[in-house]
């Protein structure tokens, strides 16, 4: 069954959320979480499982095996996904509700090594077909490092384990980011897994897709008529999408050393805010349909030459400095770094999009660690007003504000946190002059809704068991953030900075002063999230 059954909305408070919520069951299946023992497992995806199966969004015999390479057992699994949920849960824990969940927790040890090293994994998934009604569905979640994610898909592809049991049935294949370092080893490990998986089975997660508020960008451009008429180049002057992180790398060092900032975050999560900001409407809302749009955005995107790289980018790095009151160290003090490191922690760079809704309006994007706060937002800025009937000044279409000025209106949809859009726009002040300020009108998540938004993971999850491959990254989107951030890599390594270069901003401030020249350049200033 690809689509499941829709159960009746439970009675919300809230006349907002009324009639809203449609409910949806996927048919019973297996998950199998290889990489059972990792961090993403216990912070995100167990949590998110039992947050549903608390909703009760989970199908009836619903079962996650846990498998690992380590020897383990039933119980010992359980009481570590226990205290997992206990500690990165959004739900709390009740023995009740827990053991409801419990009941559908296996081990299976994996020997990755060996051909024959997944028959315990298939004689315990052959148990829970018969214990448990799963009929042999499956989702495979590979929450594993990449290094290991073909070699998975091959054991798994040798075993016949693969192939759906019946028309009706289902096997997909969760992948996680980051997929490939580049456009060669992305396009490597896509032909890796198609040897054992069709494409309509593989789910590639970027979890920014399953939050709220990036959904919400469709809800917001395509249903309502009044902004869609507005979205392009004839009125706004440009676009700024933001992702910044106050936090360095936690820890994580030896893997950023690998990563940095482009790939981290540009490649996947801010290309797809891109997609969803920029791309046409779609005629309905099928995974093809909404995928074809997005990719035939990416498409538009002017692709960057390695050569004028360092015009159109801006890579940084930062230095010790204070945030929230405390000293933090620099990233080449961070664990797990070299004292010499070149690696971006920070990127800034302008997209020009080709086609005629975008044409002259420039999409500028930036991510960095250790910046003064966490905030993501797409901020959408709109031209000036021709013409001021008020005797104030006005700056030039694509001028910096001047004294006086009537500022242009401004949309900012926050992603996160305070979740929520906010429209500027000019109004009069009360007195006998007619003076103009702007003021702020807000809509917040939270407080329309009165409810707390779900863990992506938990919608993601579910829209996998439900095959609905629409908030999914499809093949060719991966492949054209790909081309556009190689080229970018491929310019940086053919002009490396000196190591003298960097740091070249202090924690705690918004990255280096050529990220504030990128727009400068061009008359334009970044807003202050
Ligand atoms: N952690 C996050 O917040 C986060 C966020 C976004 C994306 N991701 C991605 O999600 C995946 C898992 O992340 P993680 O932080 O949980 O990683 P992790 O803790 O380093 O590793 C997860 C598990 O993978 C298994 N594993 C390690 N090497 C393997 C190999 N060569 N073949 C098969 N299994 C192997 C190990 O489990 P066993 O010993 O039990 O087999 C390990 O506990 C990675 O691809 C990561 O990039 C993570």
Redesign the pocket.
């Known amino acids: 069954m690809e689509l499941g059954t829709r159960a009746p909305a439970q009675a919300q408070a809230n006349p907002l959320r009324e009639g809203l919520r449609l409910e949806r069951t996927p048919a019973p299946c297996a998950l199998v979480i290889?990489?059972?023992?990792?961090?993403?497992?216990r912070?995100?995806l167990v949590p998110a499982l039992y947050a549903l199966s608390v909703q009760g969004l989970l199908p009836a015999g619903f079962t996650v095996v846990g498998a690992?390479?380590?020897e383990g057992t039933d119980e010992g699994f359980r009481a570590s996904l226990r205290q997992a949920v206990e500690r990165h849960g959004r739900l709390p824990v009740t023995d009740l509700q827990w053991a409801s969940f419990a009941e559908g927790v296996r081990y299976a040890r994996v020997d990755?090594d060996d051909p024959e090293g997944l028959a315990p994994l298939r004689t315990v998934l052959e148990e829970v077909d018969l214990e448990r009604g799963t009929a042999g569905n499956r989702v495979y979640y590979l929450?594993?490092?990449?290094?290991?994610i073909a070699?998975?898909a091959r054991r798994l592809g040798e075993a016949g384990m693969t192939t759906p049991p019946a028309q009706s049935g289902f096997v997909r294949l969760i992948v996680?980011?980051?997929f490939g370092r580049d456009l060669t080893t992305s396009r490597a490990l896509d032909e890796d897994l198609h040897r054992h998986f069709d494409e309509s089975q593989i789910y590639r997660i970027d979890?920014y897709l399953g939050k709220e508020t990036v959904q919400n960008l469709h809800g917001f451009r395509f249903a309502n008529g009044i902004f869609e008429p507005v979205w392009s180049r004839q009125y706004i002057d440009h676009v700024q999408i933001t992702v910044a992180e106050s936090i360095g790398v936690e820890g994580r060092g030896g893997y950023y050393e690998e990563s940095g900032a482009l790939r981290d975050i540009v490649q996947n999560h801010i290309m797809q805010l891109v997609a969803l900001v920029g791309m046409e409407a779609p005629a309905d809302f099928s995974p093809e349909t909404v995928r074809d749009e997005k990719v035939k955005l990416l498409r538009a995107i002017r692709p960057i030459h390695p050569d004028d790289a360092l015009d159109t980018t801006v890579r940084g790095q930062y230095g010790a400095g204070w945030i929230d009151g405390e000293q933090v160290p620099g990233y080449r003090e961070e664990p797990g770094v070299s004292d010499a490191s070149l690696r971006e922690t920070f990127v800034a760079l302008k997209l020009d999009i080709d086609n005629w809704r975008w044409a002259g309006t420039p999409f500028y994007l930036r991510t960095g660690k250790r910046l003064p706060r966490r905030a993501t937002e797409v901020a959408i800025q709109f031209r000036r007003v021709p013409h001021s009937p008020f005797g104030g000044q006005l700056a030039s279409p694509a001028g910096a504000p001047v004294a006086g000025a009537i500022d242009p209106n401004l949309l900012v949809v926050r992603i996160q946190p305070d979740e929520g859009i906010t429209l500027r726009f000019n109004a009069k002040v009360p007195g006998q002059a007619m003076r103009i300020r702007t003021v702020n009108m807000d809509f917040l998540y939270g407080s329309s809704f009165l409810t707390e938004s779900p863990e992506a993971y938990e919608r993601l999850l579910l829209d996998c068991m439900l095959g609905d491959a629409t908030l999914f990254a499809r093949e060719d989107e991966v492949e054209e953030a790909w081309r556009l951030c190689t080229a970018v890599l491929d310019g940086w390594r053919a002009h490396p900075p000196s190591v003298d270069e960097l740091p070249d901003y202090e924690a705690g401030t918004w990255g280096p002063k050529a990220a504030h020249d990128l727009l400068a350049r061009d008359g334009r200033s970044w807003r202050r999230p």
């Open positions: 290889f990489g059972a023992s990792g961090d993403l497992t912070r995100k690992a390479r380590s990755l929450s594993i490092p990449p290094s290991g070699n998975v996680e980011k980051p979890h």
